[in-house]
């Protein structure tokens, strides 16, 4: 196919030229140069005609010709033709300047009465049939010339064939490798680039350390507040879904859950925004994609991103407030923690029960059989540190937390010099540090950081020891003869090794996240259970990195069967090692995980790193993966055995080691019911006015019920809203008989590919089959 740029377009005698240059004959001066030594009469060659020049072109060219001059693109490639044509050589109605889609029509037989020219109105999409009518009508209507792209649109014509030349590349990718196509079809954009420089100060802080990270096409700030001391990391990016987060080490002592109640009693209202669940609130006031807090083992983080620049900073605004002078109050603790109170509130002769949003919430937790197993596991793998308490609260010890316990939790934890700042996107950074700065130079730096320092490693055991767990009776019960679940569980390395926490997560992900993994063949696969044992698999949520595997629905007589398959399979492993083809397919879902970016990335990234930089590491570091997928295809080929020296250090040596069953009670609800009840008779006995149980539960339910004052709280108006529509665009075209569209973004290399397939002729008795097919297609 000639390409476009080597086209002119003719016009009755005149000549529309496409390119700079006009198409003449090959060695003009060469036969001119003959024809004077000669004296022979030459005719020039002509240039081809019209039709010969349209149909050298494709369909979606063509398309894309009568798209540029706002005319109707719809039919074959004949028609397509003969409609330019007749468009060169008698003009074209102009656009309808009402509906601004359709093109003035003039009415061949008309009345008296009726204009000459009116809209048909327009096609509303190529799939559908419906037509957009337009009523206008004009008497006056000058025609205009059928116009071919500038410069700039010829590229974008170009672009729009070469795109289209691949599109069976891609329906066929056994012709075409894969990185053909990611590299013809995905543009990567370039990291961004800053003025600022290291040791510069900048609004109360100083800038520590800039690094580029080019696979995620951003740059990692870290500063240091002068005053607090607090850190703080800017991920620099052209990303408009901005995200600001903080996050402060809160390291339980007991299993009152002091923690857990704290963030839901920060989100009661602050100083300067009195009013109640200003978060909930919020919801109406704001455009935010994302609001939440979470808290974890050792951790508490209140987060949130928003695509608007004022309500960026109004939430800044509220969660700052909430978090660095939130109002505590008696009446919020007792609502969102654990309270005493009459079972009907306003009758003062029913029972007294024990009441509260955490303690509820925790009782539903601790009735999951899941989730009892996963949570004893870690408190008896790590028994002599912080993960020997429930951080989300055990409703047993919830109701022995006080109000000034609470408050006395803030006051030591909840200081910017625990915290860690985190932001993220395209909003400049300079103002969002003023912003912080003006509520961060109030306090000083704490002289003793006693919270970061008592966070310490577990000491690892010299035997393995065991562990049985009871649960209540499971809903959904497949085999009553198979209840039992059981698994070994292992103490690993330091998550604030990163190197280490890499090779680890790359071998635990080898043993049991696949169908060719040793575990899955030797488990799931002979059918001894029903699935892996809750929490299977690599876990770096405490400064400890973990272990897990086993079985769940397995009869007790299976359960040294099991230990001895998992034990007998890491030898197995060690001796033989892992398929070559299981390595690569785990490393490429790496470098697939690393380069999807989707428009929650800055949130993926904050919960990625805060596992390991709340332990003080380099949250930086965390994020140069490549390098480490890079060193570690280094070192395998140097030491093929790796792999299997680590299965050695950290498994078959390794002592720390946890043999843990659960087996169902029957009795487990009764019991926690008789245990909640004997708990609340206590608490009842050592208050000494139980009458102020009745009043106090009268008091809350007024506050809960009284209207609040919401205009405290910072909200958008129509004015703050950007009135642009952000319009990807997307090139449509056929493939053979296949209608395409292709949208180019920067995908950072990756292809993303959906097909929709018509089942409507695929007869009944097939049906059935249809998700095993899409199943495998997708396998």
Same mark, same amino acid.
């Given at each position: 196919?000639?390409?476009?740029?080597?086209?002119?377009?003719?016009?009755?005698?005149?000549?529309?030229?496409?390119?700079?240059?006009?198409?003449?004959?090959?060695?003009?001066?060469?036969?001119?140069?003959?024809?004077?030594?000669?004296?022979?009469?030459?005719?020039?060659?002509?240039?081809?005609?019209?039709r010969i020049q349209l149909s050298a072109l494709t369909i979606p060219t063509l398309k894309s010709l009568l798209r540029f001059n706002h005319q109707n693109s719809f039919g074959n490639k004949s028609s397509?033709?003969?409609?330019?044509?007749?468009?060169?050589?008698?003009?074209?109605?102009?656009?309808?300047?009402?509906?601004?889609?359709?093109?003035?029509?003039?009415?061949?037989?008309?009345?008296?009465?009726?204009?000459?020219?009116?809209?048909?109105?327009?096609?509303?999409?190529?799939?559908?049939?419906?037509?957009?009518?337009?009523?206008?009508?004009?008497?006056?209507?000058?025609?205009?010339?059928?116009?071919?792209?500038? %410069?700039?649109?010829?590229?974008?014509?170009?672009?729009?064939?070469?795109?289209?030349?691949?599109?069976?590349?891609?329906?066929?990718?056994?012709?075409?490798?894969?990185?053909?196509?990611?590299?013809?079809?995905?543009?990567?954009?370039?990291?961004?680039?800053?003025?600022?420089?290291?040791?510069?100060?900048? =609004?109360?802080?100083?800038?520590?350390?800039?690094?580029?990270?080019?696979?995620?096409?951003?740059?990692?700030? +870290?500063?240091?507040?002068?005053?607090? *001391?607090?850190?703080?990391?800017?991920?620099?990016?052209?990303?408009?879904?901005?995200?600001?987060?903080?996050?402060?080490?809160?390291?339980?002592?007991?299993?009152?859950?002091?923690?857990?109640?704290?963030? =839901?009693?920060?989100?009661?209202?602050?100083?300067?925004?009195?009013?109640?669940?200003?978060?909930?609130?919020?919801?109406?006031?704001?455009?935010?994609?994302?609001?939440?807090?979470?808290?974890?083992?050792?951790?508490?983080?209140?987060?949130?991103?928003?695509?608007?620049?004022?309500?960026?900073?109004?939430?800044?605004?509220?969660?700052?407030?909430?978090?660095? /002078?939130?109002?505590?109050?008696?009446?919020?603790?007792?609502?969102?923690?654990?309270?005493?109170? /009459?079972?009907?509130?306003?009758?003062? %002769?029913?029972?007294?029960?024990?009441? *509260?949003?955490?303690?509820?919430?925790?009782?539903?937790?601790?009735?999951?059989? /899941?989730?009892?197993?996963?949570?004893?596991?870690?408190?008896?793998?790590?028994?002599?540190?912080?993960?020997?308490?429930?951080?989300?609260?055990?409703?047993?010890?919830?109701?022995?937390?006080?109000?000034? *316990?609470?408050?006395?939790?803030?006051?030591?934890?909840? =200081?910017?010099?625990?915290?860690?700042?985190?932001?993220?996107?395209?909003?400049?950074?300079?103002?969002?540090?003023?912003?912080?700065?003006?509520?961060? @130079?109030?306090?000083?730096?704490?002289?003793?950081?006693?919270?970061?320092?008592?966070?310490?490693?577990?000491?690892?055991?010299?035997?393995?020891?065991?562990?049985?767990?009871?649960?209540?009776?499971?809903?959904?019960?497949?085999?009553?003869?198979?209840?039992?679940?059981?698994?070994?569980?292992?103490?690993?390395?330091?998550?604030?090794?990163?190197?280490?926490?890499?090779?680890?997560?790359?071998?635990?992900?080898?043993?049991?996240?696949?169908?060719?993994?040793?575990?899955?063949?030797?488990?799931?696969?002979? @059918?001894?259970?029903? @699935?892996?044992?809750?929490?299977?698999?690599?876990?770096? %949520?405490?400064?400890?990195?973990?272990? =897990?595997? *086993?079985?769940?629905?397995?009869? +007790?007589?299976?359960?040294? @069967?099991v230990i001895k398959i998992i034990d007998d399979t890491f030898q197995e492993v060690a001796k033989e090692g892992f398929e070559k083809t299981q390595i690569e397919a785990l490393l490429h879902q790496f470098?697939?995980?690393?380069?999807?970016?989707?428009?929650?990335?800055?949130?993926?990234?904050?919960?990625?790193?805060?596992?390991?930089?709340? /332990?003080?590491?380099?949250?930086?570091?965390?994020?140069?993966?490549?390098?480490?997928?890079?060193?570690?295809?280094?070192?395998?080929?140097?030491?093929?055995?790796?792999?299997?020296?680590?299965?050695?250090?950290?498994?078959?040596?390794?002592?720390?080691?946890?043999?843990?069953?659960?087996?169902?009670?029957?009795?487990?609800?009764?019991?926690?019911?008789?245990?909640?009840?004997?708990?609340?008779?206590?608490?009842?006995?050592?208050?000494?006015?139980?009458?102020?149980?009745?009043?106090?539960?009268?008091?809350?339910?007024?506050?809960?019920?009284?209207?609040?004052?919401?205009?405290?709280?910072?909200?958008?108006?129509?004015?703050?809203?950007?009135?642009?529509?952000?319009?990807?665009?997307?090139?449509?075209?056929?493939?053979?008989?296949?209608?395409?569209?292709?949208?180019?973004?920067?995908?950072?290399?990756?292809?993303?590919?959906?097909?929709?397939?018509?089942?409507?002729?695929?007869?009944?008795?097939?049906?059935?089959?249809?998700?095993?097919?899409?199943?495998?297609?997708? +396998?």
């Amino acid at each position: 196919m000639a390409p476009l740029t080597r086209l002119s377009l003719k016009k009755g005698n005149q000549t529309l030229p496409i390119s700079t240059k006009k198409i003449v004959g090959n060695n003009d001066k060469k036969v001119s140069d003959n024809k004077k030594q000669l004296n022979i009469s030459i005719k020039k060659a002509k240039c081809p005609s019209l039709r010969i020049q349209l149909s050298a072109l494709t369909i979606p060219t063509l398309k894309s010709l009568l798209r540029f001059n706002h005319q109707n693109s719809f039919g074959n490639k004949s028609s397509l033709i003969s409609r330019i044509i007749y468009m060169v050589q008698h003009d074209v109605y102009p656009q309808c300047p009402k509906c601004m889609q359709g093109r003035l029509k003039i009415r061949l037989h008309r009345r008296k009465d009726q204009s000459k020219y009116y809209c048909p109105g327009f096609p509303i999409s190529f799939r559908s049939p419906s037509f957009h009518r337009c009523n206008y009508i004009t008497d006056e209507c000058r025609k205009i010339t059928f116009d071919f792209p500038s %410069n700039s649109k010829r590229k974008y014509l170009i672009s729009i064939m070469n795109l289209l030349r691949l599109c069976h590349r891609i329906i066929n990718p056994t012709r075409f490798s894969l990185n053909r196509q990611l590299q013809q079809l995905s543009s990567t954009s370039k990291a961004p680039s800053t003025s600022l420089s290291v040791g510069q100060e900048l =609004h109360g802080y100083i800038v520590k350390e800039i690094t580029p990270v080019p696979e995620f096409r951003l740059i990692a700030i +870290k500063l240091q507040h002068k005053l607090t *001391g607090c850190q703080h990391l800017h991920i620099d990016r052209e990303h408009k879904n901005n995200v600001w987060s903080v996050a402060f080490q809160t390291t339980p002592k007991d299993d009152t859950g002091v923690a857990h109640i704290l963030e =839901h009693t920060a989100l009661c209202g602050s100083e300067k925004f009195p009013c109640r669940d200003p978060f909930f609130k919020m919801t109406n006031r704001s455009m935010a994609t994302f609001m939440n807090a979470f808290t974890a083992s050792d951790w508490t983080m209140y987060a949130f991103s928003t695509q608007n620049k004022k309500d960026y900073y109004n939430l800044m605004s509220v969660y700052l407030d909430a978090v660095l /002078h939130p109002k505590l109050d008696e009446y919020d603790f007792m609502q969102e923690g654990w309270r005493l109170e /009459h079972e009907k509130t306003d009758d003062p %002769n029913s029972p007294i029960v024990i009441k *509260g949003v955490v303690f509820n919430e925790m009782k539903g937790v601790f009735s999951d059989s /899941h989730q009892v197993y996963a949570r004893r596991i870690q408190n008896s793998l790590m028994p002599t540190s912080t993960y020997q308490y429930e951080s989300g609260g055990d409703p047993e010890a919830i109701p022995t937390l006080t109000w000034n *316990g609470l408050k006395n939790f803030h006051a030591s934890h909840y =200081h910017p010099t625990n915290g860690r700042f985190f932001t993220y996107g395209s909003f400049p950074l300079s103002d969002t540090l003023a912003f912080l700065n003006d509520y961060l @130079n109030h306090y000083e730096q704490q002289k003793a950081k006693t919270i970061s320092l008592a966070l310490t490693e577990e000491s690892h055991w010299n035997q393995s020891r065991s562990v049985n767990i009871t649960c209540s009776p499971q809903s959904f019960v497949v085999d009553s003869n198979k209840t039992t679940t059981a698994s070994v569980s292992y103490l690993l390395g330091s998550i604030r090794n990163t190197w280490e926490t890499f090779l680890l997560n790359i071998v635990c992900s080898l043993l049991v996240d696949s169908e060719k993994s040793p575990f899955y063949k030797k488990l799931i696969i002979p @059918n001894i259970g029903t @699935n892996y044992s809750p929490d299977t698999g690599f876990g770096r %949520n405490t400064l400890n990195t973990t272990f =897990h595997v *086993g079985l769940q629905d397995i009869s +007790k007589d299976d359960v040294d @069967n099991v230990i001895k398959i998992i034990d007998d399979t890491f030898q197995e492993v060690a001796k033989e090692g892992f398929e070559k083809t299981q390595i690569e397919a785990l490393l490429h879902q790496f470098e697939l995980g690393i380069k999807h970016q989707d428009e929650n990335f800055g949130l993926k990234i904050i919960l990625g790193l805060i596992y390991s930089w709340i /332990h003080g590491s380099d949250p930086v570091d965390s994020l140069q993966i490549t390098k480490y997928v890079e060193r570690f295809n280094e070192e395998i080929k140097e030491n093929p055995r790796l792999l299997q020296d680590v299965i050695e250090k950290y498994f078959l040596k390794n002592n720390h080691k946890l043999i843990a069953t659960m087996n169902i009670d029957e009795e487990y609800a009764e019991k926690k019911k008789q245990k909640e009840s004997e708990l609340c008779q206590q608490l009842i006995s050592q208050c000494k006015d139980k009458q102020s149980i009745y009043k106090k539960g009268l008091e809350l339910q007024k506050r809960q019920s009284a209207p609040q004052n919401i205009d405290v709280l910072p909200t958008l108006s129509i004015t703050d809203i950007d009135k642009k529509v952000i319009r990807v665009p997307i090139i449509q075209g056929h493939a053979g008989n296949t209608y395409v569209q292709l949208c180019e973004q920067p995908t950072n290399g990756i292809t993303y590919f959906r097909c929709l397939l018509n089942t409507f002729d695929l007869p009944n008795e097939l049906k059935p089959y249809l998700p095993l097919f899409v199943n495998i297609l997708t +396998k």
